[in-house]
């Protein structure tokens, strides 16, 4: 069965980082376009980051830009985001997604949860 799989997130101080990775297994993902979503408690499921398939093209929330970066190892199966300049108001559940234009499914992970202490 096709899963995602999130890690490393966890409790850090405001300015703090975190490394989110994004493991993949059951299937390649290798060509999928990958994301990073979040939802804090109260709120809808917003997105964070993205890569696509190649790893050529990415995008972030304006919420993020220039403190989250989104990556990917395809040889290793994985998606990473790095956080920088962590804030309070990024505290939320994290979710890695994968998806393909050309495919009806997508795939989510089971999420984690990151918090940021003023």
């Known amino acids: 069965q096709a899963q995602l799989i999130e890690s490393g997130g966890g409790l850090v101080q405001a300015g703090g980082s975190l490394k989110l990775s994004c493991t993949s297994s059951g299937r390649s993902f290798s060509t999928f376009d990958k994301h990073w979503f979040r939802q804090a408690p109260g709120r809808e499921r917003e997105f964070v980051a993205g890569i696509d ?5 990415v995008s972030y ?9 989104i ?40 999420g984690i949860q990151v918090t940021v202490s003023s």
Request: glycine fraction near 8%; charged fraction near 30%; proline fraction near 4%.
């Open 53 to 57: 398939g190649f790893g050529r093209n």
């Open 61 to 69: 929330a304006d919420s993020v830009k220039g403190r989250f970066t």
């Open 71 to 110: 990556s990917r190892d395809d040889f290793k199966m994985m998606a990473y985001l790095q956080m920088n300049n962590l804030k309070p108001e990024d505290t939320a559940v994290y979710y890695c997604h994968a998806e393909r234009p050309d495919q009806v499914k997508d795939y989510w992970g089971q």
